[in-house]
T-cell receptor
């Protein structure tokens, strides 16, 4: 099965600086890579995703890059703000997923991002 | 409001109790999930229901018993739990991406707020 490794487990950056979180996956059949953000005491929410037909996707201050050859993908947050403090989870799955649900997702362990004022 | 509601939000139970967690979604999705979230661990998929049929059961102990009476409701019945079962239990829903004959989803999981379970 799929195995997703996520690093670092904790990341502390100064407000205004950039943050990068990296994930690697093992299954070459995976071609959908979402990122979820979970603020303290709240539910995880999708913030951005990418499919293997593109190498990069941006949405304002966040971007995701994908290297299918190396089987790794990264989340980039620029000009970090206090509200970016949260736990971020990467995930991987095949697309489309024929196992019944949309969820063939395998999650990483999460990165606790701390924005220092 | 994401449309996925879980009750209760907090639950404390003894190892001999029987309780149930409830999840309801108002998004018209055809797939629902139970995840377990423990500290320092990835989100662990427990059960998947698609079109009201269980399609995945990831080696979950039998002391956890899911029930999906219709596409909008999902239950997790708990009995004779262990202290290590204490965790946040998250329900989620989505629209399947690869099933013939039904509208395809985006792949996004919509989570509930979770039920924080403490087993004494």
């Amino acid at each position: 099965g799929e195995n997703v490794e996520q690093h670092p487990s904790t990341l502390s950056v100064q407000e205004g600086d950039s943050a990068v979180i990296k994930c690697t996956y093992s299954d070459s059949a995976s071609n959908y890579f979402p990122w979820y953000k979970q603020e303290l005491g709240k539910r995880p929410q999708l913030i951005i995703d990418i499919r293997s037909n593109v190498g990069e996707k941006k949405d304002q201050r966040i971007a995701v890059t994908l290297n299918k050859t190396a089987k790794h993908f990264s989340l980039h947050i620029t000009e970090t703000q206090p509200e970016d403090s949260a736990v971020y989870f990467c995930a991987a799955s095949p697309w489309p997923y024929s196992g019944g649900g949309a969820d063939g997702l395998t999650f990483g362990k999460g990165t606790h991002l701390i924005i220092q004022p | 409001e994401t449309g996925v509601t879980q009750t209760p939000r907090h639950l404390v139970m003894g190892m001999t109790n029987k309780k149930s967690l409830k999840c309801e979604q108002h998004l018209g999705h055809n797939a629902m999930y139970w995840y377990k979230q423990s500290a320092k661990k990835p989100l662990e998929l427990m059960f998947v229901y698609s079109l009201e049929e269980r399609v995945e059961n990831n080696s979950v102990p039998s002391r956890f018993s899911p029930e999906c009476p219709n596409s909008s409701h999902l239950f997790l019945h708990l009995h004779t739990l262990q202290p290590e079962d204490s965790a946040l239990y998250l329900c989620a829903s989505s629209q399947p991406t690869g099933l013939a004959g039904i509208r395809s989803g985006t792949g996004e999981l919509f989570f509930g707020e979770g039920s924080r379970l403490t087993v004494l």
